[in-house]
């Protein structure tokens, strides 16, 4: 799908929900999330992530730009963080906010990521 593209009769673009980049030496992925992550977008961020996840060693999923974190949100991050250890691969969150990080907390999420303060951060080795 071409980030130009309407992905659906909402008119959200892929570009309004995430954009990539490789960091480093290639091996590690960063999506830059933004904007409201809710039934409507999740799709399309599921659909990027899942094709995107299996080039890297290391994804960081940076939230920093998330302005809402629905359940539907959340479920995608589970699904990312499964495809990615499943693979034997790293994922870290940068969570940036306390919208990102107040959802994980209340479903209990949290601890189920490693999470770091940056996106420098994240890419060092653990």
């Keep these: 799908m071409s980030s130009e593209t309407p992905a659906d009769e909402g008119g959200v673009e892929i570009a309004d929900v995430v954009r990539f980049g490789a960091e480093g030496d290639g091996s590690a992925l960063v999506a830059h999330v933004r904007g409201e992550i809710d039934t409507l ?64 907390e209340a479903t209990g999420l949290l601890s189920l990521f490693e999470v770091a303060d940056g996106v420098p951060e994240a890419l060092r080795a653990s």
Excluded: H, M, W, Y
């Excluded at 940076?62 to 629905?70: K, S």
């Excluded at 969150?93 to 107040?102: E, H, K, Q, Y």
């Design 41 to 104: 977008t999740a799709p399309l961020l599921r659909t990027e992530l899942d094709a995107r996840l299996p080039e890297a060693s290391l994804v960081v999923l940076d939230l920093t730009e998330v302005t809402f974190l629905g359940s539907a949100g959340l479920a995608v991050l589970g699904a990312a963080k499964d495809q990615v250890e499943r693979n034997g691969k790293t994922l870290k969150l940068v969570c940036g906010s306390r919208i990102v990080t107040r959802a994980l």
